[in-house]
């Protein structure tokens, strides 16, 4: 079974820009999540899909931030305009059914905003 | 609010040797669960242990086993018979019913040879 997959690896972009990252979760598993690490800090909630549908947002820091989760199946996170703080680690996971089960997390993306 | 804490930011430990890395939370919540994950520096995090708080029985797998104390709000975890590829980052994480994972700051664990 493949896991939890994230494009990119790392991203370098400049203040201003957009970026978009993807996450494709486990097959099957209709519940997706996304985390934040900012260098040297705890890794922060964003939000939660299930299937398509946002269960909740309260993580995400403003409106610059959009999330989609197309069809249930994979999921984008775009931050338009990129401003500095925005930097960080951008962790996806995934889980099966209930919202106890366990999330599987992806390597993360690496985002550098200049 | 729940919170979680982790206070060891590094710690190191000889192969072969026993090492125990402290977690508190803080709940008024009397159902969760508790975590521990690992992210080795190739990035990929992946769940060490769980342990869901209406259980006594602390968990263990392998040479991981967790000293979970609810009364005192703590979750430490203990690596025995460390090896080399323990080496990693390792987060404490708390989660309850609404779905989302309350990680510590995490504890940047070196296993020296």
């Known amino acids: 079974e493949a896991g939890v997959t994230q494009f990119p690896s790392h991203s370098v972009i400049e203040k201003g820009q957009t970026v978009t990252l993807r996450c494709d979760p486990i097959s099957g598993h209709d519940n997706l999540y996304w985390y934040r690490r900012v260098m040297g800090k705890e890794i922060k909630f964003l939000l939660h899909f299930v299937k398509e549908s946002k269960q909740d947002e309260s993580g995400m820091p403003n409106n610059r931030f959009l999330a989609e989760r197309t069809g249930g199946t994979y999921s984008t996170l775009k931050v338009q305009p990129a401003e500095l703080e925005d930097s960080g680690v951008y962790f996806c996971?995934?889980?099966?059914?209930?919202?106890?089960?366990?999330?599987?997390f992806g390597p993360g993306t690496r985002l550098t905003v200049l | 609010a729940q919170t979680v804490t982790q206070s060891q930011p590094e710690m190191s430990v000889q192969e072969a040797e026993t090492v125990t890395l402290s977690c508190t939370y803080d709940t008024s919540e009397s159902n969760y669960y508790l975590f521990w994950y690992k992210q080795p520096p190739s990035r990929q995090m992946i769940l060490v242990i769980r342990?869901?708080?209406?259980?006594?029985q602390n968990a263990t797998e392998n040479r991981f086993s967790v000293n979970f104390q609810k009364a005192a709000k703590s979750f430490s975890l203990k690596i025995s018979d460390s090896q080399l590829g323990d080496t990693a980052m390792y987060f404490c994480a708390y989660y309850n019913q609404g779905g989302k994972l309350i990680f510590g700051q995490g504890t940047e664990l070196s296993v020296k040879p």
């Open positions: 342990q869901e708080a209406y259980k006594q």
């Open positions: 996971a995934s889980s099966r059914g209930g919202i106890t089960d366990t999330q599987y």
